[in-house]
């Protein structure tokens, strides 16, 4: 089975749209682009594109790629104090100057909605989520339109990263799935990949995952995003062969990427409705 995250996210997108409109709300996203990279230039313009179709606005902020720290920081800053913005994006990465963490962590965590603010992702790992990151939020969403469950499966998750690795794994473990984290360095990768009924690879490295390390009938999802050696995007798996082994498979183009989307303007929707103006001084 192909699970389509192209198809189940216009679907979320359609019904989020009537939602938007039923509550009588014009909600804002703010994106924060720094430079000029021209991945981050898309991803950005991808996400304005899907709040035109759902009835969010977006304001785009483009700083110089030469911005330092406090000029990120004041471009939050004022956005946080903006009664108008609903919800606060700041486009990773950042360039090497800039203190990552001190932005993200300037963002009022009641307009965090790529849930990376350490108070959202503390609420995410005590088991009481507020907002959640996109990305593994939308995992668990194709899983759920699927009928996938969790409950007592082996879920191994390769690839610890703040955006994607470790708030997969806390969701997995809060919808009581035995998690494993792997990594880098960790060893015998190959056998416990194996072990997993639900296989989520976040790795970034093309046909990283055969079919030799994948189990008869497990799920896989895979979170990477590069490019074989034609230029074409691809993920981390080798899907033409994985897929005749697993149960279930996302595809690179068209699995999870285009849920992180949606998730993200589901929760800006939220954040407009939770959201009474707050003004930090
Ligand atoms: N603060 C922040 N939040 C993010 O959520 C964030 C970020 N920074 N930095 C970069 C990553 C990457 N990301 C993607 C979103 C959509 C697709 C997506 O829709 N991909 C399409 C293909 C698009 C194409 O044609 O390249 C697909 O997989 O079908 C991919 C990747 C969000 N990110
Ligand atoms: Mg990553």
Do not use: W
């Not at 679907?11 to 409109?21: F, G, N, S, V």
């Not at 759920?144 to 499966?153: D, F, L, M, N, S």
């Not at 976040?202 to 999802?221: L, P, Q, S, T, Y």
């Not at 183009?253 to 001084?281: D, K």
């Amino acid at each position: 089975m192909i699970l389509d995250g192209k198809a189940l996210s216009e679907k979320r997108l359609e019904i989020l749209k009537e939602q938007i409109e039923d509550a009588g709300l014009y909600p804002h996203l703010a994106t924060v682009l720094v430079g000029q990279d021209p991945a981050s230039q898309m991803y950005v313009r991808m996400k304005h594109r899907a709040c035109e179709r759902v009835g969010i606005g977006s304001v785009g902020i483009e700083l110089p790629a030469e911005a330092t720290t406090q000029e990120v920081l004041a471009a939050v800053n004022r956005l946080n104090n903006d009664c108008d913005i609903a919800g606060i994006l700041v486009q990773l990465p950042l360039p090497a100057r800039v203190d990552t963490e001190r932005v993200i962590e300037a963002v009022l965590p009641a307009k965090d909605v790529d849930g990376f603010h350490p108070t959202n992702l503390g609420k995410l790992f005590s088991g009481h989520p507020a907002f959640v990151p996109c990305t593994p939020q939308g995992i668990m969403t194709i899983l759920a339109e699927y009928g996938i469950e969790t409950e007592g499966k082996n879920a191994v998750v390769v690839g610890r990263s703040v955006d994607v690795g470790r708030p997969m794994a806390a969701l997995l473990l809060n919808a009581n799935a035995t998690v494993t984290i792997c990594h880098s360095k960790t060893q015998n990768l190959p056998a416990i990949m194996r072990q997993a009924d639900i296989l989520v690879s976040a790795i970034g490295r093309a046909n990283f995952v055969r079919a030799d390390m994948v189990k008869e009938g497990a799920v896989v999802v895979d979170v990477g995003i590069n490019h074989d050696e034609n230029g074409k995007l691809c993920g981390d798996v080798d899907f033409e062969a994985v897929k005749e082994k697993a149960s279930a498979i996302t595809p690179v183009p068209g699995g999870v990427g285009p849920m992180t989307i949606a998730t993200l303007m589901e929760n800006t929707f939220r954040a407009a409705r939770a959201n009474s103006c707050t003004r930090v001084l």
